[in-house]
T-cell receptor, first 108, second 115 residues
């Protein structure tokens, strides 16, 4: 079992839909990152969380430390949101442990 | 915001040659830089962690003599793939972190193809 599990692995949505991507982890962490990787490969850091909730535009990220779970929500999804979304956790030291990613396709 | 660049973005080289990839933090001092490798449809795999002015720490299974990492300044780290082979073809991504910060800033990646 991976230390960081994401679900779903693949997700297809219609434009405008509300999307939720989940991340569960099994280790104690100091921070959790949500990353976005577009088909070209470049990675953008969306959020870094250690507690609570953060919002940026149409994106919302929440984390429940007790339950070792985080969610990334996209409101009013758009085709340009199509990408791979990766959850990564920072436990001991500087290293990040990555989930396998959720591939999102938003259809117009 | 913090910006990390990589150069080149794409490189094609012949088998047996060496390739150098640069990772630069453009607007902050990066005390730690990380090098990752990503195979198609897989997640990032950490290759090594480098701290400015000291030797890189390599992950298990990563050959330090093949993947030479230099972090000579607080804004530049380089990864040199020596005697490249087709199996080294991959997407290489760096990230950079400030001192005492949990945040990592990722570069845009370099796609290496070895023919």
């Amino acid at each position: 079992k991976n230390e960081v599990e994401q679900s779903p692995q693949n997700l297809t949505a219609q434009e405008g839909e509300f999307i939720t991507i989940n991340c569960s982890y099994s280790v104690g962490i100091s921070a959790l990152h949500w990353l976005q990787q577009h088909p070209g490969g470049g990675i953008v850091s969306l959020f870094m969380l250690s507690s609570g909730k953060k919002k940026h535009g149409r994106l919302i990220a929440t984390i429940n430390i007790q339950e070792k779970h985080s969610s990334l929500h996209i409101t009013a999804s758009h085709p340009r949101d199509s990408a791979v979304y990766i959850c990564a956790v920072k436990s001991s030291g500087d290293k990040l442990t990555f989930g396998t990613g959720t591939r999102l396709a938003v259809r117009p | 915001g913090a910006v990390v660049s990589q150069h080149p973005s794409r490189v094609i080289c012949k088998s047996g040659t060496s390739v150098k990839i640069e990772c630069r933090s453009l607007d902050f001092q990066a005390t730690t830089m990380f090098w990752y490798r990503q195979f198609p449809k897989q997640s990032l795999m950490l290759m090594a962690t480098s701290n400015e002015g000291s030797k890189a720490t390599y992950e298990q299974g990563v050959e330090k003599d093949k993947f030479l990492i230099n972090h000579a300044s607080l804004t530049l780290s380089t990864l040199t793939v020596t005697s490249a082979h087709p199996e080294d073809s991959s997407f290489y991504i760096c990230s950079a972190a400030r001192a005492r910060s949990y945040e990592q800033y990722f570069g845009p990646g370099t796609r290496l193809t070895v023919t």
